[in-house]
């Protein structure tokens, strides 16, 4: 096989609401809206497009490990341990539920965060070096 997967593209998030938490998102996150129907809203941020499909209550990106911890399915990427302090700040600002900054004896640094249907995000201080290069950081 000669050819290979080269970056994911799209998420898929489920929500309850696709039009209170597309407007979450974009508010909340700076993502830019760039279609939305009562069953799908398309966003754009991060370097990919992020897919909120209308679901059941209760229903969310996350899952549980055989401890019967719960994790997230998608970790977001920043520059540094300072751009990680400072976006969690201005989590918390903008009223988003965030977790402590967490050592999980791994390069960088963590902190988790939720949306309005509780699915559970990671945002580490720890930017690929592929992206890093491609984005001229």
Known sequence: MSEKL??????????TNVILSSEWYVNKLGAELSYKDQDKAILNFANQSIFLVKSDENQSSNFFDIYGNEHFSLTFEVDGLHALEAIRNDFKQNEIRVGEIEDRGHSGKNFVFYDLDGNKFDVWSELSPTFKKLSNL
Do not use: A, D, E, K
């Open 6 to 15: 080269l970056r994911v593209g799209t998420t898929y998030i489920p929500v």
